[in-house]
């Protein structure tokens, strides 16, 4: 996807731009800065391309949006000669940090991009009309999964505050390089993400535009409006979404026998949206997998702590492999779901195993279908370890064997550190190799800083507690 668009000169000259700048004092000299540059059908489909391709890059789903917050959580240790993003296992990440700016710098300037889809005002005829259509769904969408992954990364989770009227990242749905925006709260972030996918969903069809996971469908959009009411505890909504994606029948979580397959292959029946990675386009050296692979810089490795939670016969103990060199607290594991040491992997963002999970969580928490939850979570666990008993628990117990479930089968995807938060828990590092092993919920390190780039140049920016 490698067709920049004109929208996307503006994102490419933004990271470019005095760090005395904010992300919106873009003159319009140095960028295309407005919906007037998209005058027809082809330029839509080649600025949605560049938009999937800046998901791609190292900044976001390439490698940090996955990475950072897995190593300032508990299933990822320190390998002996880390050096990259130390900071953020350490939680000591300070307002000058690179990866944070290149994030929020990084975010926004996409967001402007799928702003100046959403606004445009090509005109096209009737024939071409639904493609149009799937591209504005798209957008939306799009639009909806970046300040979902702003609020998540810069703010505390949605159930921090009783009304989640805390601050969360300011909503720009128009360019304007004039402006100086304050902080939304979170409930007005999530208002505007539920909204974006909401109306994505009346434009998109259950097939994607290329039809494979690398776009979005209105049934991949569907898969994330599960996990943005899941972290908002909006029980009813996360079930109805998620059971809507299940009972598509479109999708189906790959064989025990295959499952290390999921890792290596691209666009499995199980993947609902992925990053594309290919041959000719990919991020190299600065690949998600190169932070774990002992081809790689092999930085950060599996906690043994994680790996002891894992049956023997688990199929998913397969994505960790012994290397020999590793010794003492280092030793002996290293994690291998990203193991092409070139960054050929697709990434996953969603997958059908999460959707079980969503929604067994989502019944559990409704409590009206027990045995409903404790058939999604045995249609995990039991693809994984076929031998394991069929799921007795209930109450508060059933909902930890979910979370204990969610750990075994989402780790090292981006997603430990929000479910500790969602659930006010402490993040406790067993067989630690940090120089910090306890953070306690709540900590001010638990999210990242709004970068000193932006505090500088927007008075009305707040920072964060802590920073």
């Known amino acids: 996807m490698k067709n920049y668009s004109k929208i996307l000169v503006m994102i490419v000259i933004g990271f470019f731009l005095s760090c005395s700048e904010s992300f919106l004092e873009v003159s319009p000299q140095s960028s295309v800065s407005n919906e007037e540059a998209l005058t027809n059908l082809e330029d839509l489909e080649t600025s949605i391309s560049g938009v999937y391709d800046e998901l791609q890059s190292a900044y976001y789903y390439g490698r940090y949006m996955f990475l950072i917050p897995d190593v300032m959580a508990d299933d990822v240790k320190q390998n002996e000669q880390a050096n990259r993003i130390v900071d953020y296992a350490q939680h000591v990440q300070s307002v000058s940090d690179a990866q944070a700016e290149s994030l929020w710098t990084g975010l926004y300037y996409t967001n402007n991009a799928l702003n100046n889809i959403i606004n445009s005002d090509v005109e096209v005829s009737e024939t071409s009309q639904d493609d149009k259509n799937r591209i504005l769904g798209e957008a939306y969408a799009l639009r909806g999964l970046i300040y979902f992954d702003l609020v998540r990364l810069f703010a505390n989770h949605y159930t921090y505050t009783a009304d989640a009227d805390h601050l969360g990242v300011p909503i720009i749905l128009d360019f304007d390089y004039t402006l100086e925006p304050s902080r939304n709260t979170v409930a007005e972030v999530y208002d505007q993400i539920i909204s974006d996918m909401t109306t994505a969903l009346t434009l998109m069809d259950d097939a994607s535009r290329t039809g494979n996971s690398n776009t979005l469908s209105s049934t991949s959009v569907k898969a994330l409006l599960s996990r943005v ?227 500088d140049a927007n008075p009305n920016i707040e920072q964060n507690s802590g920073y």
């Not at 508060?396 to 938060?421: A, K, N, S, T, V």
């Open 229 to 455: 009411y899941l972290y908002m505890e909006d029980w009813e909504n996360a079930e109805a979404m998620a059971t809507q994606v299940i009972e598509t029948g479109g999708y189906s979580l790959v064989d025990n026998a295959d499952y290390l397959n999921l890792w290596s292959l691209d666009n499995t029946s199980e993947s609902i949206f992925e990053i594309s990675q290919t041959e000719s386009d990919n991020q190299g050296g600065n690949n998600l997998g190169a932070m774990y692979v002992v081809d790689g810089y092999g930085d950060y490795l599996p906690s043994d702590d994680v790996i002891s939670l894992y049956q023997e016969d688990d199929a998913r103990l397969q994505v960790f492999i012994e290397d020999d060199l590793l010794v003492g607290d280092y030793a002996p594991y290293r994690m291998n779901k990203y193991p092409d040491v070139l960054g050929y992997d697709n990434i996953k963002v969603i997958r059908l195993a999460e959707i079980y999970l969503n929604r067994a969580e989502a019944r559990a928490q409704i409590g009206t279908n027990i045995s409903g939850a404790q058939e999604d979570l045995n249609t995990v666990r039991q693809r994984a370890l076929p031998s394991a008993p069929d799921v007795t628990a209930t109450g508060d117990e059933l909902i930890e064997e979910i979370l204990f479930e969610r750990r075994l089968e989402l780790c090292f995807e981006g997603q430990r550190l929000w479910d500790l938060m969602r659930y006010k828990k402490d993040i406790q590092r067993d067989q630690c190799t940090a120089s910090i092993c306890y953070i306690p919920y709540g900590d001010d390190s638990n999210i990242l800083p709004i970068p000193q780039s932006e505090t």
